[in-house]
């Protein structure tokens, strides 16, 4: 018996990310359902089932020109915006190389925040046709208005212009008019795509009305499934059909009609042309559902900044950052509270950064740290209120793990003890933290790190012993702009060009396994941390210290970027954790061996989804949620099992704490997504845990944590 993959409803979802996919309407998901079970004809079949299915194709496209508002001009089913664009790409430059005079230069002209399947588009065909036009992006202001006078100076000689109606990382709403009216000033003739993906529901349409020679639409960002869309081409404009073979569609877009995608858009239309309809808000009501958003943002993030102006957006969408919080640390937090958003584009997850907003020529911070919020026109009230109160709870936990600034009579409560190791890109930044002294170090702080450290002392009134460097570091550097600003006195001021502070010990005894001298020693709470060399120093730090160990043992070795293992045998014994100052690999901590290259081979168990759900169930199972814990705060997990939080920052100290049942016990890591427990898995099976496997779907596959939402979070 064949069982279909089946992933359980989130309990209390709150879906804002409706830019990048919308659900698919109670409404519209019958009207499929009805045309896969009864109306299930080819369109092109002659019989009655086939002229049926006619009837919904074509009755589609009566209604689509309604609601597009192009009584003219050609009107055919695609299987959604990617299609349309390349159609309009491929039909605009066809053309171009037939016109082409040898020696002519030409542009290819699209918005600098146009979606990245127009300039790639562009780019492909224009090598396949080998048109040997130079792609140029048309600047944008800082409200992501497209240069009109660039438009001016460069139209005239362009094959084609490609802009967008709505950007779909910010809203922002380009002037129709008033770019058609500069294009068509220094180039009446120009093929002109616009991107009307996210107007559609949004804005009045009117194309017929305009010069616009191609527009295409998705269905799945208005409420109807992935895999249709449609496309609409002006009369008399440059054609050149993308599919062809079979003459569906009158030839212009070949292949047997996606029936049940199309009554899926005939619902859709419907539902946009019924004056008395309730599903859809009005304008009025998606600004007030904006309005209320913002103010619960702005209450749970005081350093919020807009990304984009409001009184040029559709009120759907709202791009904002948070100064000092990276957009990974809120995604992963909104995320564990059940509400989705997104970062950048969702359609480039691996990006980092929002190009939109480099192009709007925002400054760094916002571009790094940008979330679009993106509800939809069937949104409801309770949606947003809904989401307003679990925004404050998800604050909540970023404040409690000091990831934003808390208010002073907030108590909070950051779990943060021992190493914890921060990254940015391949550096790692490590945090010696004694909780119960209240002191701690830094060493090899990284620039895009120092807010957090900064925030991170200010929260816990830490007193900082030292901030340290593993090669010298000048007055104007990162170690040394945060040891003035957080070192306790005595190392403020005098420090060497490592950091190594003047009050710290002179002479001490090696600890344990350590065969060379050591160039001093600094207490951070009961840990003695160890300097050997004083150029590109190796630090080490010890155990605990107990009144009756006189040399204690070397628990970790942060040794910079030189990796000798022969001289690293004389400092430290083959049980001490390596820390690196560069990670490219994500090995997080390695030992001697390691580097010698003596390791011994390892293999994560490999079960399936459902043997994983039984694990789960067992005692005896050690879960290791190596989410962050403001995540983990959030949304414990829900599982017999017993579950600790591990997030990757202090996988390192786990590893050491770790009691020695733990390395015979099955252990399953999880995350949100599946990428960091894939990495501490790896780590631990690197290190010696036996039987260690991970959920590869994250959390979104672990149906008991699923099936139930319960806040853990009070103010």
């Known amino acids: 018996m064949v069982t279909p993959v089946q992933i359980r409803p989130k309990a209390k979802e709150i879906y804002l990310d409706c830019n990048a996919t919308t659900p698919v309407l109670p409404y519209i998901t019958q009207a499929v359902k009805h045309v896969m079970e009864h109306v299930f004809g080819n369109p092109s079949s002659s019989h009655i089932t086939g002229l049926q299915a006619r009837y919904i194709l074509e009755s589609t496209r009566r209604l689509g020109r309604q609601v597009i508002g192009a009584p003219t001009g050609r009107l055919f089913f695609t299987s959604g915006a990617t299609e349309g664009i390349q159609t309009g790409v491929l039909s605009a430059l066809t053309a171009a190389r037939h016109h082409t005079h040898q020696g002519e230069r030409r542009w290819l002209l699209y918005g600098a925040t146009e979606h990245k399947a127009v300039p790639q588009a562009l780019a492909h065909w224009n090598q396949l046709l080998q048109l040997n036009a130079e792609l140029k992006a048309i600047p944008v202001d ?63 349409l009117a194309l017929a009305e305009t010069t616009i020679d191609y527009a295409p639409f998705s269905g799945h960002k208005l409420y109807a499934p992935k895999g249709i ?19 569906q569609e009158l030839g212009q877009r070949s292949g047997t009609e996606n029936l049940p995608g199309i009554a899926a858009l005939h619902a859709l239309f419907e539902l946009l042309l019924d004056t008395e309809q309730s599903v859809f808000q009005s304008q009025t009501t998606l600004e007030q559902y904006r309005h209320r958003l913002l103010q619960a943002l702005q209450n749970a993030f005081p350093t919020l900044e807009l990304n984009h102006p409001l009184t040029d957006s559709v009120p759907t969408t709202l791009n904002f950052s948070v100064r000092g919080v990276p957009s990974r640390d809120i995604m992963d937090v909104f995320d ?62 970023l404040r409690r793990s000091c990831l934003l600034v808390a208010d002073t009579n907030e108590d909070i409560d950051s779990d943060l003890d021992g190493i914890v190791q921060w990254r940015f890109d391949s550096a790692c930044c490590y945090l010696l933290i004694d909780k119960a002294a209240g002191e701690m170090a830094v060493i090899d702080p990284v620039p895009e790190l120092a807010e957090r450290i900064e925030r991170l002392v200010a929260c816990q009134d830490y007193r900082v012993k030292a901030v340290l460097t593993t090669e010298p570091h000048d007055a104007q550097s ?68 107990t009144p009756l160990a006189e040399a204690p043992q070397v628990d970790f070795a942060f040794i910079g970027e030189r990796h000798y293992s022969d001289l690293l045998t004389q400092m430290v ?45 067992q005692p005896q199972t050690l879960v290791v949620d190596v989410r962050e814990q403001q995540e983990h705060r959030v949304r414990r997990l829900s599982v017999d099992a017993e579950v600790v939080n591990v997030p ?32 501490a898995a790896q780590v631990l099976a690197r290190h010696g845990f036996e039987q260690v496997s991970h959920v590869a779907g994250g959390t979104a596959l672990l149906i008991e944590a699923d099936a139930r939402y319960e806040p853990v979070l009070t103010d």
């Open 142 to 204: 800082s409200h992501g208005k497209l240069d009109l006078d660039f438009i001016a100076a460069h139209v005239g000689a362009a094959h084609m212009i490609c802009t967008m109606a709505v950007n779909n990382e910010t809203g922002v709403r380009q002037d129709l008019r008033a770019l058609e009216q500069v294009i068509r000033a220094h180039n009446p003739t120009v093929p002109w795509m616009v991107d009307c993906v996210q107007a559609l529901g949004k804005q009045q």
């Open 229 to 247: 869309g449609f496309m609409y081409v002006r009369d008399n404009a440059p054609f050149t059909p993308l599919i062809i073979g079979g003459g």
């Open 336 to 397: 564990a509270a059940n509400i989705r958003v997104s970062s950048g584009s969702a359609c480039s997850s691996g990006v980092t950064r929002s190009f939109v907003l480099d192009a709007m020529g925002l400054p760094e911070w916002q571009a790094c740290s940008a979330i679009r919020l993106s509800f939809g026109p069937a949104t409801t009230a309770e949606t947003i209120a809904a989401a307003c109160e679990r925004i404050q709870e998800a604050a909540l936990a």
């Open 478 to 545: 990162a170690a040394a702009m945060l040891a003035n600003l957080l070192c306790a006195s005595g190392c403020r001021t005098t420090r060497d060009a490592v950091g190594w502070p003047a009050n710290a010990e002179q002479v001490c005894a090696p600890p344990q396994g350590c065969q060379v001298p050591v160039d001093g020693c600094l207490t951070v709470g009961k840990r003695r941390l160890y300097r050997v060399g004083t150029r590109a120093p190796v630090y080490l730090l010890s155990s605990p210290l």
């Open 573 to 617: 014994t083959p049980s001490t954790l390596l820390l690196a100052r560069h990670d490219d690999a994500f090995r997080v901590v390695e030992t001697l061996p390691e580097l010698a290259g003596h390791s011994k081979p390892c293999e994560l168990i490999d079960v399936t989804i459902e043997q994983q759900q039984d694990r789960l169930k």
């Open 648 to 679: 990757l920052t202090r996988l390192a100290q786990f590893i050491q704490e770790s009691p020695a049942s733990y390395r015979q016990r099955p252990i399953v890591c999880v995350c949100r997504s599946g990428h960091r427990s894939a990495v």
